[in-house]
């Protein structure tokens, strides 16, 4: 839930859970880089008010004003008129009015048929949704995932027919809708989760409910005199200074540290998702999941160019500059395009569209900022402005906006009308990295080309850091790593960040690697020390900044396993085990915590628990091959070989181009003197993995044993040819006479 903003209207009250009075928190001046730490308390907005009238109005009304709430607001007296709602297995009731509303949840079907029960403290939102806080001990509060629509007056859950389990981490009782780390920072002024990471307890406060002043323009100034602002009136912000502070809400990102204040870099706190991680973008950019508009931003061509949040949405409202109507009526998008202001491409509307003024598609925002709902109810608008292609459409499944409208006359007259409006403006260089992320995503052959191709003509700083991701398999080789050598020297923030884990994942140590490791962003030092990590002295200064982010986002299993990681390379093996367990016990139901312990505990020799933790791994995720062929190394450790030769089957049905998997059956056959067997395994493996030279020398071994000496040198000779500094195959195939 981390950034869901619906930041929508309510009452703004200043208080921290359980009390009327809100904590004070840290605060302090705003130089022109702002100071990660500050002594001085941050302003409430009702302290700027008297000198800030016109700002104020445009503001009390927002979804940043009144992002957050204490119960008391008249929707809260219809949301708990006795209603009893049934959603999935669970049974709830909410009960009380607006003076002592009570949330009831019972899932008879869970184990232990646990009932929670609690008068919610607070409330997020109000329009279109209203979801309600209770407190589960320890200091942390969570979430139900049932939500209030004020306008039909019925609850409904966020999750819609989804049916969450009680032991799922998504589940509104578990970490993955845990308020204190998943919501609170971007719905609160001020706002420290305080978590103690040894005893997993949250002392959170806070200065305000909502986005403040003060969330935006800074810490008081210590120094400040009777009458004068509290803030720097000598400080003004760039634009890309306003936008990184937009970014820290409205963004997929990773959280660094809570220390963030307006004038320092978003990449300094936060590391951003991109799509190279499945299921959040389409191939070309368009939203699926949860984005939040800023990584679709840097995506398009207008923030390529520069153009941020400011440009378009008023900062004190957060609405469109000129409202709807100037949304509708294409007035704001003509601000740059009428005439090129910003680079922007010049557009006549009344040529372009091909739609009478006024009818669907004849507003910019229909065809260019397509909506998608969240949360059931709430749409967002997509901020890469993408371009409706139904040539992708067709290719690929893409969506585009032409056939929102235009289903009914099919894709091939879409195709044939936007070629003949548009033309060439149609084959954008666009398309060509559409359909090379799309090959590199569903492993078709040919797709390292592709992208090498489509990253070469790119210009866009995300997109580049996007394809450069997905190299990763092909980390090696000469042309990946002479773009990556590139990105790491030219590109932007998410490039480096990119290049810095593929320059680590190629284990080089050295002048380039250091220089990631000392980049000025923190975003890029982290993403080379995680990949870098068993490389590193441990007191690499990069080592203690990454412990930090550990630390702090060690209340998530994520952050668990990042910290059994550090315990590893220290060789704390007993906390290491604490924290693998942490993470397997808050994500019961993923496969990743499992296969990490399932490493470690085959790591220290405990070989009979790790296939356990696997075997359990794959129950939860029974289409990935990697998780039965680790069982598979496990088994044959123990001496299981039917077990072993039961897993790599499984490895290479689920994946027929499992190379290692084919390799190490292979081995195994001929270990069991089934050479006709290893043989045929051994050639599946040299087909899939066209570069690796263990299969053909390892195929060299047995036809030698078989007496198959011109077949024993071909294979001996195509290994040599694939790693000339094969010195097994080179000493075979001198005893062979080849």
């Known amino acids: 839930m981390r950034n869901l903003l619906w930041i929508l209207p309510c009452a703004l009250l200043a208080a921290s859970c359980g009390e009327k009075k809100a904590p004070a928190a840290s605060g302090g001046s705003a130089p022109s880089v702002p100071p990660l730490e500050d002594p001085h308390t941050l302003a409430k907005s009702s302290e700027c008010i008297e000198c800030h009238k016109d700002a104020h109005e445009g503001w009390k009304n927002s979804h940043h004003a009144l992002a957050h709430r204490n119960i008391g607001a008249p929707v809260d007296a219809e949301a708990f008129a006795d209603r009893k709602v049934t959603e999935g297995d669970a049974e709830w009731d909410f009960t009380g009015g607006e003076a002592d509303p009570i949330i009831r949840w019972e899932d008879k079907k869970a184990e232990g048929a646990e009932v929670i029960e609690g008068e919610p403290p607070m409330a997020i939102g109000l329009t279109p949704l209203v979801q309600y806080l209770l407190a589960r001990g320890d200091g942390r509060y ?103 502070s937009c970014a820290t809400c409205h963004a997929r990102r990773e959280e660094f540290d809570e220390k963030f204040i307006t004038g320092r870099s978003f990449f300094d706190h936060y590391s951003l998702a991109l799509p190279s991680q499945p299921g959040l973008w389409h191939p070309d950019g368009q939203q699926i999941d949860e984005v ?73 925002v229909d065809c260019h900022m397509p909506k998608r709902n969240y949360m059931q109810r709430d749409p967002r608008s997509d901020h890469r402005f993408p371009r409706p292609d139904p040539l992708l459409t067709k290719e690929l499944g893409t969506p585009n906006a032409c056939n929102n409208c235009h289903e009914d006359k099919g894709l091939d007259w879409q195709i044939e009308w936007t070629h003949k409006w548009y033309g060439e403006d ?135 396993m990042r910290m059994a990681r550090l315990a590893m390379v220290r060789n704390d093996i007993a906390e290491a085990e604490k924290w693998f367990m942490r993470a397997a016990d808050w994500d019961r139901t993923s496969p990743a915590p499992r296969r990490d312990l399932a490493v470690f505990l085959g790591g220290i020799g405990r070989t009979a628990e790790s296939v356990k933790w696997l075997e359990d791994a794959a129950k939860l995720a029974p289409g990935n091959a990697e998780i039965p062929y680790l069982a598979a190394l496990g088994y ?103």
Not at 217 to 231: F, N, Q, Y
Not at 311 to 337: E, I
Not at 682 to 709: C, F, K, M, V, W
Request: charged share 25%.
């Open 142 to 244: 969570q979430v139900p995932d049932m939500a209030w629509d004020p306008e039909k007056k019925e609850w409904f859950s966020v999750y819609d027919d989804q049916n969450r389990r009680p032991d799922e981490w998504g589940h509104w009782t578990q970490r993955g809708m845990n308020w204190n780390s998943q919501c609170a920072w971007c719905h609160f002024t001020g706002l420290r989760k305080n978590h103690d990471t040894e005893a997993d307890t949250y002392k959170t406060n806070w200065v305000e409910q909502g986005v403040g002043c003060a969330q935006c323009h800074g810490p008081t100034r210590p120094d400040h005199k009777s009458g004068e602002c509290m803030v720097d009136p000598q400080q003004k912000f760039t634009k890309q200074q306003w936008t990184d």
């Open 292 to 364: 939040y508009k800023y990584n679709s931003l840097l995506m398009s061509r207008m923030g390529h160019k520069g153009i941020g949040c400011t440009d378009c949405h008023d900062p004190h409202a957060a609405d469109p500059l000129g409202g709807d109507v100037a949304v509708r009526s294409n007035a704001l998008c003509m601000t740059c395009h009428a005439a090129g202001a910003n680079e922007a491409t010049v557009i006549d509307p009344a040529k372009h569209t091909f739609h009478d003024l006024g009818t669907p598609g004849a507003s910019c």
């Open 426 to 560: 149609m084959n954008a260089v666009s398309r060509q990295r559409t359909r090379a992320i799309h090959a590199a995503q569903n492993g078709k052959t040919g797709s390292l080309d592709l992208l090498i191709d489509a990253c070469e003509k790119e210009e866009i700083d995300a997109w580049r850091a996007t394809m450069l991701r997905l190299m990763e398999p092909w980390a090696n080789d000469s042309r990946v790593v002479r773009l990556t050598n590139k990105a790491a020297d030219d590109g932007g923030p998410l490039a480096r960040s990119a290049a810095a884990m593929l320059i680590a994942r190629r284990g080089e140590p050295g002048a380039l690697l250091e220089k990631l490791l000392n980049d000025p962003l923190k975003s890029v030092r982290a993403e080379a020390a995680w990949t870098a990590l068993e490389q590193l002295p441990s007191d690499h200064p990069a080592v203690k900044e990454i412990t930090e982010i550990a630390r702090h986002q060690a209340d998530q299993p994520g952050g668990a």
């Open 636 to 738: 044959a450790e123990i001496g299981d070989t039917l077990k072993a030769e039961a897993r790599l089957g499984d490895a290479v049905r689920i994946d027929p181009n499992y190379a290692r998997a084919w390799y190490n059956l292979g081995l195994l056959y001929a270990g069991q003197n089934r050479t006709e067997d290893a043989i045929k395994a051994l050639l599946r493996a040299e087909n899939a993995d066209p570069s690796g030279s263990d299969a053909p020398y390892a195929r060299a071994t047995i036809h030698l044993r078989l007496g198959q000496i011109d077949e024993a040198r071909a294979a001996a000779a195509e290994a040599l040819r694939r790693n000339p500094n094969h010195p097994q195959a080179a000493q075979l195939l001198q005893q062979l006479g080849g």
